[in-house]
T-cell receptor
């Protein structure tokens, strides 16, 4: 089925470890983004991309890196995990930077940093 | 700067009664407004959007929302609540110009009581 696929669904990291959260979409969407969801804080934008080779920072980019080498993939890298990065991470995509279709979300990655 | 306020963390309503989930927004220009729903351990699902035109917008599962420019509000409504409507609801806003970055409220948990 077409949509946004996130892997893994669950992950436990030790403080200081690095890892990559994967996000892939098969809808030929130009726009992709990463959010984190924390209780009482809603969803906050980490990084976004308006097309292959173009990325930019959102509200809470510190401690995270992204790249967009293809239209389909938008991985999120945690460089040195900290307990404050314990959260649920969602990847989202939409057609373009000017469309009005809203987002398609992945099912999320629940990350715990101990 | 863009922002969204959902003043109620929790809304309880009896099955069959009408429900309202409140949302107010702040943007510097004209807004695009969205409602999303999140069921447990799932990603967000699109419910409806306001882009332009009629202030009353109809969406999925019998939900509707009314755009009120003077009150900068976009409240979600349903005439008759179902137990299956119990979920977490997010209001989101973006400006009509610029990058396609949605700003989300903190969410309202709706519980429909049988």
């Amino acid at each position: 089925n077409a949509g946004v696929t996130q892997t893994p669904k669950f992950q436990v990291l030790k403080t200081g470890q690095s890892m990559t959260l994967q996000c892939a979409q098969d809808m030929n969407h130009e726009y992709m983004s990463w959010y984190r969801q924390d209780p009482g804080m809603g969803l906050r934008l980490i990084h976004y991309s308006v097309g292959a080779g173009i990325t930019d920072q959102g509200e809470v980019p510190n401690g995270y890196n992204v790249s967009r080498s293809t239209t389909e993939d938008f991985p999120l890298r945690l460089l040195s995990a900290a307990p404050s990065q314990t959260s649920v991470y969602f990847c989202a995509s939409s057609y373009s930077g000017t469309d009005t279709y809203g987002y398609t979300f992945g099912s999320g990655t629940r990350l715990t940093v101990v | 700067a863009q922002s969204v306020a959902q003043p109620e963390d929790q809304v309880n309503v009896a099955e069959g009664n009408p429900l309202t989930v409140k949302c107010t927004y702040s943007v510097s220009g004209n807004p695009y407004l969205f409602w999303y729903v999140q069921y447990p351990n799932r990603g967000l699902q699109f419910l409806l959007k306001y882009i332009t035109g009629d202030n009353l917008v109809k969406g999925s599962y019998g939900f509707e929302a009314e755009f009120n420019k003077s009150q900068t509000s976009f409240h979600l409504k349903k005439p008759s609540a179902l137990v299956s409507d119990s979920a977490l609801y997010f209001c989101a806003v973006r400006e009509q110009t610029g990058a396609n970055n949605l700003f989300f409220g903190t969410g309202t948990r709706l519980t429909v009581i049988p």
